[in-house]
């Protein structure tokens, strides 16, 4: 996409200035013969023109077939394209009735089942014929006259005899049409698929070729300066010729205003449809900051932009919150630092995994800069990240209510080891920590052992 | 459409794919079920059924319909299926296998000779008989192969495997490539169900013994 607009770009740069080149010889070949008799004089080399001349004529001779094969290949690119758009909408049609055949012959084929399936339970004698012909609960084997007559009735209403739920009943004598004319739907979508992938690959096949052409084609009707062809010409040129001439720059004009107007447009939409990604983008990325900050500040926090003034234009990301921008580190406190670089970068990872991607952050936690009025904060904040089914793998002190504690609380109790790598185990303490190895036990136990708080 | 409807029609997939297994003298795991289930539907455009509307999705261990695991318990409560077996898989979670028992071989019989149900049958047969060539035991790292599953892996959990959809990577557009291959082989004898199938599962397993990883539990 990217090696596309930047090639568009080089070709409507290369077309722009041969359109200033000819639009100049335009106006002085209406205005002053005389001026371009004296123009680039002094620049031609005598010596290579001539084997210039002779590669330029050559060249000139190969332009109308290479134009007629441009207005081929362009006509065939449109053709291809006509015939997709057609297919497309007769797929899109066909696509339609597919989806409510399938739906209809599902919902018959499930009524099929249910009726084999009780059938063979009848015949069978198995439990939930039992429960309906001889009052015999399923669950425990002993006679319970309410539970069969509430299960005859729901037989009778066509329902599970259990639970009551609707079940799928009537076997649709209709089902081997509906199957016939299903398998034709389905044959035809897949011949209409087929004329779009043919007509597609064809069309994109066709734009390259298109585009290439154009290239050659316009490599040679610019390759010699426009002027130096005036000149060329001036000692034969009569008052028809010069009309002639005049003609041709203007319609060699018109031309590269008009492939100008193509690429523009395609530019000018590629540049838009880029912008409006990237709005979208940061857009979630304010969004999921925003939630992420918040949680931990306990008030709103927003991302804002600021400028850097340096040698690039390229604005900088600072923290919001209340009503003042917080443009250098310092207008926030250590902890503040910490935990808001931490919301931007899970905000990050939101935007960069999309809609239903998942990702995994690994972080160290600082949570000796918090108070304990703050550690509820964070563990919100790790928490709404983790519910997006993001992984996140946390190192933590033992503390006495501290985030561990806190984070662990909200994993169900059998699954609690699960989810972590007690260190204290695995590492060589040292000997502080080996002295108070009781303390963390029982701070260890604590945690495997409280009640699942809230989420 | 209710949800009975899925169940109840997965309830008929299970019970082709016990089949299939007990042929095969396999006795299924929860995991390998879903992933039989999952080449009948991606295949079943061969001949010329389609896959439920609701179908798999991307999850843990592959491709996942919930609908057929409340088939299977729903199967084993009411005598039709039973689990074979039940043991802890290293990482903790339980993992059963299944196997028909005599009733579901009634229920089965009654399935295979009902005309509704013949493309079914035959789709699970062909599919059936691919396993028994290339081992039951690859079922995971085959299904991990299908074009589908690695187009729409990437995507999470969740995503929809729209594996009908021959505009897209697919199962869909890798028949369509084989269909036309095989027209340009022999214009009097068009690709049969065989063919493709047999073709199809070529392809899953090179591509399983070249780049294929499940990373994912068997069990």
Redesign the interface.
Known sequence: MEREFRENRARLKLLDSKKRHIHVALGKAENELATLLEYDQEETDEETEGVQEVGTQAQEERLPGLVAQLNEVGRKRADAERRGRGATADLSRVSAM??RL??EV?????G???N??A???R??N???AKLVQSTIC?ACGQKHADLADRARKFLRDHR?VLCG????HEANPE??KQ?GK??EC??E??AF??V??LARAESEGLRDQELDLQTRVNEIRYSRSVVAMVERNLPEMTAENLKKLKQQLADEEADAEAQMGVIRAKLAGDYEDFRNKMDARMDRLRAAYAGYATAFLGLPCELDEVGQNGLLELKLFVPRFDNAVRPQAEACSEAQRFFLDIAFRMALIDVA??E???GTFICETPETALDFSYVSNVVAMFGSFAKK?HNILLSANIQNSGIAEKLIARIAKKDRT?HIVNLLELGRLSAVQQAARKEFKKIIRRMMTARVAKN | ??T???V??R??DVMFALGEAAQAKVRPTKIQLQKFVYLTDVLG?VV???K??EGHKTYRNGPYDPAIQNAVDALA????ARVAGAWRTPS?HLATSYTLA??GR??LQ??RS????ARKAQMAGLVGSALCDLGWDRIVRLVYAEPTFVATR??????RLAAED??TVSA??MV?VMR?VAGTLSTEHPASPEWITDRFFAYLNDYARHYGSTGEATG
Not at chain 2, 154 to 159: F, H, R, V
Request: glycine fraction near 12%; charge should be negative; hydrophobic fraction near 35%.
């Open positions: 597919l989806e399938r739906e599902e919902t018959a084929e499930a099929l089942v249910a084999f399936l059938e063979t339970e015949e069978q198995l439990a939930l399923p599970c739920s609707e079940e799928p089902l081997d199957r299903l398998e389905l044959r979508q897949q698929e087929e779009v992938r995994c999309g239903q991607g998942t089914r699960k | 459409m209710h009975g409807v899925n109840m029609n309830m008929g455009q010329g059924s389609l439920p509307r409560f009411r005598g039709l903790g005599e009733p009634e229920f009654k399935l009902h005309s509704a149900f990437p995507t999470g959990w969740g995503s021959g505009l869909a557009f369509a036309r």
